[in-house]
């Protein structure tokens, strides 16, 4: 069972990117997602999740406004377009998911249930914005 992100790298103060999150080994759409990030000497932070059928989205008030969730379930894959980047946003940014965490738990609270239960984290990947 993993979770695998890929898009990121470095990009310019203003700029935009788009990091995608891709589930082997279980069936991804069953289940709602959530991308978090951690900053050099900073607490994770959970930014954006979305319930298994995309129809509900929560985001932090630091990212609202600017990004945005999406799945494919078809493509067992759970994307996060962010836009008006600036060097705040420069962190380490996972996907995961929590296999006891079902849609109809899914609520504003979502980030802090995480492990809960069975927790199930992609490796993390870079994303710099440079001024």
């Known amino acids: 069972l993993q979770l695998q992100e890929s898009g990121g790298g470095l990009v310019q103060f203003g700029g935009s990117r788009r990091l995608s999150c891709v589930a082997s080994?279980?069936?991804?759409?069953?289940?709602?997602v959530g991308w978090f990030r951690q900053a050099p000497g900073k607490e994770r932070e959970g930014v954006a999740c979305?319930?298994?059928?995309?129809?509900?989205?929560y985001y932090s008030d630091s990212v609202k406004g600017r990004f945005a969730i999406s799945r494919d379930n078809g493509a067992d894959t759970v994307y996060l377009q962010m836009d008006s980047l600036n060097t705040e946003d420069t962190a380490v940014y996972s996907c995961?998911?929590?296999?006891?965490?079902?849609?109809?738990?899914?609520?504003?609270?979502?980030?802090?249930?995480?492990?809960?239960?069975?927790?199930?984290w992609g490796q993390g990947i870079l994303v710099t914005v440079s001024s």
């Open positions: 995961a998911v929590d296999l006891g965490l079902i849609d109809r738990m899914f609520n504003s609270s979502w980030f802090s249930m995480v492990g809960k239960y069975v927790a199930i």
């Open positions: 080994g279980f069936t991804l759409g069953r289940y709602p």
């Open positions: 979305i319930s298994s059928s995309g129809d509900r989205t």
